[in-house]
């Protein structure tokens, strides 16, 4: 099946610094999206990628896709407290089941104040 | 403009009883999914159903797994049987038609014992 390496496994920054994590799969995807997870709840929509190359911001977090469509990044500037949780990529590929959503195990950030 | 609801949020079994978990989606949403997540991994999809009709169910065990969503009422995905190995969080995720972007609940946590 498909296979997301998603990477740094955990970080632990200072506030105010910047934060970068990256998915890379195994195959070609049409859509990348990032979601955020605080413990005991659900993954929440953070960023949707469509385009190979494309660049979109949503506040501080800045997304891409990559231009050979096998990989995301993730770009958090001037992190804060509440920006503490599990980031997780996922991917949908370009063929068989067009919905069905692949995840990376998701990178744990801890931000010290 | 309420979210994907989910419920129970918490639900205890023990071996060989079932277990029933609902999803109510988002508004306007006919596109219901469902995954299942175990500590420190991500989510790993199980089912997509629209209005009477599933769709893909690749992800779903061939035994004691099944899930419906009725023209009226909330999809239910049911365990029957279970065995220590259910237990984990699954997520319930909605979206519109002919969107990728998945919107997903706050989880029911199943506990076996």
């Known amino acids: 099946g498909q296979q997301l390496n998603q990477s740094p496994q955990s970080m632990f920054i200072q506030e105010g610094e910047d934060v970068s994590m990256n998915c890379t799969s195994s195959s070609i995807f049409n859509t990348w999206l990032w979601y955020k997870q605080d413990p005991g709840e659900g993954p929440v929509l953070l960023i949707a990628l469509y385009k190979a190359g494309e660049l979109t911001s949503n506040g501080r977090l800045t997304a891409q896709f990559g231009i050979t469509r096998k990989d995301s990044f993730l770009n958090i500037s001037a992190s804060i407290p509440s920006d503490v949780g599990i980031y997780f990529c996922?991917?949908?590929?370009?063929?068989?089941?067009?919905?069905?959503?692949?995840f990376g195990k998701g990178t744990l950030l801890t931000v010290n104040p | 403009n309420a979210g994907v609801m989910q419920n129970p949020r918490h639900l205890v079994r023990r071996r060989g009883q079932e277990a029933r978990l609902r999803c109510s989606p988002m508004?306007?949403?006919?596109?219901v999914y469902w995954y299942r997540q175990l500590p420190e991994e991500g989510l790993k999809f199980m089912v997509y159903?629209?209005?009477?009709?599933?769709?893909?169910e690749s992800g779903m065990p061939k035994e004691r797994f099944s899930a419906e969503f009725p023209k009226e009422g909330p999809s239910i995905l049911r365990i029957q049987q279970v065995v220590r190995g259910d237990s984990a969080a699954y997520f319930c995720?909605?979206?519109?038609?002919?969107?990728?972007?998945?919107?997903f609940g706050p989880g029911t946590r199943l506990t076996v014992t």
């Open positions: 159903l629209q209005k009477e009709n599933i769709i893909d």
């Open positions: 508004k306007g949403h006919s596109h």
């Open positions: 996922a991917g949908r590929d370009s063929g068989g089941s067009n919905y069905k959503l692949t």
């Open positions: 995720a909605s979206s519109p038609i002919d969107s990728y972007e998945q919107y």
